[in-house]
Structures are given as C-alpha cells and as structure tokens.
C-alpha cells in the first residue's frame, strides 16, 4: 500500500479493500469454471493412459479405471489391489478432491503408491478434472 491508500478514512479504506477481495474472488471463480474437457481428454491421454483406462471395461493396466470417478469412495474399484493409504483415506472423489490429489498425489494421500508427481499447470488439472467428471 502507499501513502496515499494509508491516509484514507477507515470506512473508505475497508470498501476499497472489499472490492478488491470481491474483484479477486469473481476473477477465480471465472477461471475455476473455464475447463475443457476435450483439452482434459488430451491431458488424460498424455499422462493418465499409460496406467488408467477410461472406460467402464478394458484392458486391465497399472492402475484402476477412471470411469466413473466422481462420486466413488477412494480405494472402491472392485478387483483393485490398493494402498491401505488409498483404502482408508476416506475420501469421496469429488472434483475438488481430484484437483487436490492430482497437484501432488503423494502428499495428498501419503502412503499412495501412484509414481505420478502430478499436474502442476491449475489450468492442465482443470481440463483434466472436467474431462474425467464426464466419465459416466
């Protein structure tokens, strides 16, 4: 802040700063909501298909299928063998939970055996959680 902002009255200062806030939140809640699922599905294919399938069958691979994980219990896909981390976290996958989890896996869940260190770009996780929200 600058002099100038300092030397305002209190009650002026506080709604100048409660734009700002406001301003803030509109402008991340913009880009929370502006995913591509087609862009998530390029995401997917280029770091998730190597060890995930898409589909409600196929192939088994490394990991467990993705369909379908929105709203499942972490640790929940029948015939998987998970972590006791993966089993016991508790968790709902939710696209918030994804977003969180596929930041860093590891530190999310500490104990999971998933080698992925994660999507770093918020952008890339977003594309990538919307795309798998749509596995149904």
């Known amino acids: 802040m600058n002099t100038d902002t300092l030397k305002m009255r209190p009650r ?3 709604m100048a700063l409660s734009f700002a806030a406001a301003v803030a939140i509109v402008a991340s809640a913009g880009s929370a909501h502006a995913s591509d699922p087609a862009a998530g599905k390029t995401q997917f294919q280029r770091q998730c298909a190597t060890c995930h399938i898409d ?3 196929g192939a088994r691979r490394l990991g467990p299928t993705m369909f379908g994980i929105v709203g499942r219990k972490t640790g929940a896909v029948e015939g998987f063998r ?3 981390a993966n089993r016991n976290a508790g968790w709902v996958w939710t696209p918030e939970k994804l977003d969180e989890y596929l930041k860093n896996p590891r530190a999310s869940i500490p104990g999971t055996n998933m080698a992925f260190a994660g999507v770093r770009s918020d952008k890339d996780r977003a594309d990538l959680v919307s795309y798998l929200a749509t596995l149904k």
């Open 82 to 84: 998970y972590t006791e």
């Open 55 to 57: 589909t409600a069958e």
């Open 12 to 14: 002026r200062l506080a």
